[in-house]
């Protein structure tokens, strides 16, 4: 299995920074990466796939980027609802597996 | 409106056995690639299996030879049979929808179920 660390595992920010979380892969894996955020008690939202596109109705504030084995989500301009939980995701190879979370915490 | 409605979690023994349902509207299941996907209780996610279109089945190895994914057509409802449960299969189980082609990027989630294995 394809294994991802997550980094950083909590971040601190205020409304309006700008922040950048990372998933390095322990193989390369193209641009087949996804990215999902989770709020408390609710189910992952898809944000981006292809590394690099954005899924349909998410804010252009968030961005990613990346290919093979580093790979970047970032939020410009962070406002309040923004707050919860991230994963990143590959599914270059089975099994797909999950990055092990970012929870983005207010400052 | 795309909508995923999973229901038969609950609380059940070592060894015991659930039917995870979940009904989905706004699309057709049969046309789609479905997954199960796994949280444990303040815990990261994990893949649990796949059905594709065509019917075909996939499962994590940690499942494997215990659970088994199907659908039922007419009724638009994905389902996953557990047996042989194990305190770690403890999480809360969402269905997901596939995006398009990408088989394994999910865009259409349920709000989960809870399944608690304990005695």
């Known amino acids: 299995a394809i294994w991802m660390t997550q980094s950083p595992s909590l971040l601190s920010a205020s409304t309006g920074d700008r922040v950048t979380i990372s998933c390095r892969m322990s193989?390369?894996?193209?641009?087949?990466l996804a990215w999902y955020q989770q709020k408390p008690g609710k189910a992952p939202e898809l944000l981006i796939y292809a590394a690099s596109t954005l899924q349909s109705g998410v804010p252009s504030r968030f961005s990613g980027s990346g290919s093979g084995t580093d790979f970047t989500l970032t939020i410009s301009c962070l406002q309040s609802e923004d707050f919860a939980t991230y994963y990143c995701?590959?599914?270059?190879?089975?099994?797909?597996?999950f990055g092990q979370g970012t929870k983005l915490e207010i400052k | 409106e795309v909508q995923l409605v999973e229901s038969g979690g609950g609380l059940v023994q070592p060894g015991g056995s659930l039917r995870l349902s979940c009904a989905a509207s706004?699309?057709?299941?049969?046309?789609?690639?479905m997954s199960w996907v796994r949280q444990a209780p303040g815990k990261g996610l994990e893949w649990v299996s796949v059905?594709?279109?065509?019917?075909?089945?996939y499962y994590a190895d940690s499942v494997k030879g215990r659970f088994t994914i199907s659908r039922h057509n007419s009724k638009n409802t994905l389902y996953l049979q557990m047996n042989s449960l194990r305190a770690e299969d403890t999480a809360v189980y969402y269905c997901?929808?596939?995006?398009?082609?990408?088989?394994?990027?999910?865009?259409?989630w349920g709000q989960g179920t809870l399944v608690t294995v304990s005695s």
């Open positions: 995701q590959q599914y270059y190879s089975f099994p797909p597996t």
């Open positions: 059905i594709y279109s065509g019917g075909s089945t």
């Open positions: 706004g699309f057709t299941v049969s046309s789609n690639y």
């Open positions: 193989q390369g894996i193209s641009s087949y």
């Open positions: 997901a929808r596939s995006l398009g082609d990408t088989a394994m990027v999910y865009d259409y």
